[in-house]
């Protein structure tokens, strides 16, 4: 194996099909200039409602469990190309621990309905690192530049 390709390798995730039609995770690029996340794909079809109506987000089903491993955990993101249709993921933490059904929360921002079906990319899984920090109270915080300065703290 090329030296530029190992550091490409990651961890073992185990992923066990709940349904037939489940596909797994999988990157569209790999190698050096690879992609950052796999594609998830729906295992069922569903209609997404329009914006403002009942059914515009909806849990789809992937038909997956993941076996991730205790050093990582997983985000699910957003698909570009779906992004700009209006259709967006919400609540894309994935913990260790967790072995049920991979759901991908999808909500649709549009004034049409839009129609999922099974084998439709529906969302990108990224693995990270997993850290566990210590909280600590303080009383008050070093200086920074920034400061307590929010959204549209830079002016662009």
Known sequence: MPADLSAAIGPVVKVQRLL????????????????????????EAITLAPIGDPGATQAVRTGLALELPSTHGAL??????????????????????YRGE????LTNLAREPHLIAPGHRIAQLRLV???QA??????TLA???????????TGH
């Open 76 to 97: 699910v993101e957003d698909r570009s190309g779906l992004a700009l249709r209006g259709i967006t993921t919400l609540a894309g933490v994935i913990d260790p621990g």
């Open 134 to 139: 210590t909280f600590e109270e303080t009383d």
């Open 129 to 131: 690192q997993r850290l």
């Open 20 to 43: 037939p039609s489940a596909q797994l995770p999988r990157y569209a690029h790999i190698g050096p200039f690879g992609d950052l996340a796999a594609d998830l794909f729906a295992a």
């Open 102 to 105: 991979l759901k991908i929360v």
């Open 143 to 153: 200086e920074a530049p920034r400061g307590a300065a929010g959204f549209g703290s």
